[in-house]
């Protein structure tokens, strides 16, 4: 199995900044990519960003030059920081990670941002 604990959620105010943190422990042969993704109340989950095991990084045009995805791959740990806080970026966000063996896909539990215009 695989386990993601996420942290770093909360309430910001408008423009205000948050980081967010997911690490991935258990039985993981290799990491692929890890990735954050958003839900917003009545709305489908949606990419926000995703990072794979060659650094490269993938942005939803709504967050880019706003939220910087990085990751340490020593510690299968990757960080979402959030600048510029909009109300609209309120949502629940999960982190995913893909990984080489099963179960090679694995969401965590969900941290709440909300930010307060």
């Known amino acids: 199995q695989v386990q993601l604990v996420e942290s770093g959620g909360g309430l910001v105010q408008a423009g205000g900044s948050l980081r967010l943190s997911c690490a991935a422990s258990g039985r993981i042969f290799r990491i692929n990519a890890m990735g954050w993704y958003r839900q917003a109340p009545g709305k489908e989950r949606e990419l926000v960003a995703e990072?794979?095991?060659?650094?490269?990084?993938n942005y939803a045009d709504h967050v880019k030059g706003r939220f910087t995805i990085s990751r340490d791959s020593a510690k299968n740990t990757v960080y979402l920081q959030m600048n510029s806080l909009k109300s609209e970026d309120t949502a629940i966000y999960y982190c995913k990670v893909v990984v080489s063996n099963y179960p090679y896909v694995a969401w965590g539990q969900g941290t709440q941002v909300t930010v307060s215009s």
């Open positions: 990072i794979t095991s060659d650094g490269s990084t």
